[in-house]
């Protein structure tokens, strides 16, 4: 194993690598997991626009080609269909590539390679050809940026067979989702909630896995199943409210709130769109009675409506009342002074809890 390329990586020291448990930013818990496994597996590549010199646009592959060479954290053109073909091209001749989407808007161009051609190649060949790559998609809201930079398309891609679509919400999801998602046979949309980049928290941070025979160890044990796991973020017994990524934080928030009325709100973090760890959601919903879906994207046909319609379906008999979305507004993205209205903040979810425990 070697931790520089052999033939273009300058000569400039790099930090060792952590050990143990470590406090990172979101970002940060990113960058640390793509070294990893650029270190481990040579057939790993970074590729995407600025990636290189600048360090992507939020600085999350900062150091990364000075430390692996121009060969394998590639600066491409401007070019999202391109980039995405091109890893197709590459995941066939055996490498796995991580690339970055600059903005959540600037994916689109890239629609037609991800969704009629990375998404379906598996079956299309019966189960012959895989493709391990991941493309990793800053989106969502919360920084005052532009149009087309706050965006939440993950419905759009969900609803393509062959794909993952998942979402941390916390540094530790970040770092351990990213490092399964590398490592996962199939292609994945890996969104990351760039309003969250910056917020910190714990990391623990897995040994680097030693190639045996030429094979990485970091791909032993780490199938399909790991990455559609939910977990209860916050226990509670009278109402559950789902969410990932982005909303994830707003939910606990609006439990901590609601705590000091007297309500036990239990959180499900969703961490994975498609597909959806149901069992989690309906063991949580047949618990408390009452369901919120809290996420970013528009409510009319979002993720919310997929979670509302199987929770109604498996939990009937144990609902106190209906199932109730909060989220985006089906309209464009608005323009930076009224995001803040756009958005599902505390008061729209904790209104939503009102309406369900008064049903």
Known sequence: MTTTSTSSATEAKVAPFPTGTTTLPLAKAITLAMRQALAEDPKVLVMGEDVGR????????????????????????????????????????GYRSVLEIQFDGFIF??????????????????????????????????????????????AL?????????????????????????IASPDPVLFLEPKGRYWDKGPVE???????????????????????????????????????YGPSVPVALAAAA???QEGRSLEVVDLRTIS?????????????????????EAPVFHGAGAEIAARVTEECFFS??????????????????????????????????VDRSLAF
Request: hydrophobic fraction near 40%; glycine fraction near 10%.
């Open 275 to 295: 597909p959806i760890d149901f069992p989690t959601v309906v063991e949580s919903v047949r618990r408390t009675g009452r369901c919120v879906v809290v996420h």
């Open 257 to 259: 709130a609601a705590e």
């Open 157 to 181: 891609f969900a609803h393509t067979a062959g794909l993952r679509v998942v979402s941390p919400s916390n540094p530790a999801d970040a770092y351990r989702m990213l490092r399964e998602a």
């Open 109 to 154: 161009p890239a629609f037609d390679q991800i969704t009629t051609q990375l998404a379906k190649m598996h079956y299309r060949t019966s189960g012959r050809i895989n493709l391990p790559i991941v493309i990793r998609v800053p989106y969502g809201g919360g920084i005052g940026a532009v149009e087309h930079h706050s965006e939440s398309p993950e």
């Open 54 to 93: 600048l360090g992507g646009v939020f600085r999350v592959t900062d150091g990364l080609q000075a430390e692996f060479g121009e060969d394998r954290v590639v600066d491409t053109p401007l070019a999202e269909s391109g980039i995405v073909g091109t890893a197709i091209g590459l995941a066939m001749r």
């Open 319 to 352: 609902l106190e009342a209906p199932v109730l979305r909060v989220g985006g507004f089906h309209t464009p993205y608005p323009v930076a002074k009224i995001e803040h209205d756009y958005l599902p903040g505390l008061d729209r979810v904790l209104d939503a």
């Open 205 to 243: 941070v897995a040994p680097l896995a030693l190639p045996v025979d030429g094979v990485p160890t970091a791909y032993a044990g780490i199938g399909r199943e790991s990455l559609d796991r939910a977990v209860v973020a916050r226990p509670g017994t009278d109402l559950t409210l789902v969410a």
